[in-house]
T-cell receptor
């Protein structure tokens, strides 16, 4: 099932390295989101973008960066400043962010492990 | 502070028994409430949302503003209901971002 894709599925990183997680959607959605999922903590918002060339910090943005140069793409960079980057990362999109009741569609996720 | 609390990490029931997954929230305005579900090896997906007032796969959820709760209920659990369930809220002018609870794993035994 396409719609929203994430790559790679698994990613290993050495300490001190930056890595970029890919998120692509072909749903023509305006809004895109990055969440981090840790056991027992649910999902926490890292960054979100309501429109191309614009994005806002979420609750745990420190150590992460994003860009939104194209409507279809919202890559997430995990920098060396992120103190505990090992986690499962989920990307999501929704048709727009104007209505709070819009459904978010999720990608399959990327599991990042720092060695 | 905006918060969603799911007090149970794990809920285990037998097939045919009633199920109630609890969700309480803290939000200063009028939130929109959702239940998302993640079945084994599948993506996180929307199960139902308050505004739709719908029943999906036999599940319903009622928003109780007085108790600030949005509990998910099903009268007769099925084995295929076993999954991870997340309660979430979104607010007006919040960019559509969701605040998730910690999740409850539902295990339905035969």
């Amino acid at each position: 099932d396409g719609g929203i894709t994430q790559s790679p599925k698994y990613l290993f990183r050495k300490e001190g390295q930056n890595v970029t997680l890919s998120c692509e959607q072909n749903l023509n959605h305006d809004a895109m989101y990055w969440y981090r999922q840790d056991p027992g903590q649910g999902l926490r918002l890292i960054y979100y973008s309501q429109i191309v060339n614009d994005f806002q910090k979420g609750d745990i943005a420190e150590g992460y960066s994003v860009s939104r140069e194209k409507k279809e793409s919202f890559p997430l960079t995990v920098t060396s400043a992120q103190k505990n980057p090992t986690a499962f990362y989920l990307c999501a999109s929704s048709i727009n962010s104007g209505a709070p009741y819009n459904e978010q569609f999720f990608g399959p996720g990327t599991r990042l492990t720092v060695l | 502070a905006q918060r969603v609390t799911q007090p149970e990490k794990l809920l285990s029931v037998f097939k045919g028994a009633p199920v109630e997954l609890k969700c309480n929230y803290s939000y200063s305005g009028s939130p929109e409430l959702f239940w998302y579900v993640q079945y084994s090896r599948q993506r996180l997906q929307l199960l139902l949302r308050h505004i739709s007032r719908e029943s999906i796969k036999g599940f319903t959820a009622d928003l109780n503003k007085g108790e600030t709760s949005f509990h998910l209920k099903k009268p007769f659990a099925q084995e295929e209901d076993s999954a991870m369930y997340y309660c979430a809220l979104s607010g007006t002018n919040q960019g559509g971002k969701l605040i998730f609870g910690q999740g409850t794993e539902l295990s339905v035994k035969p």
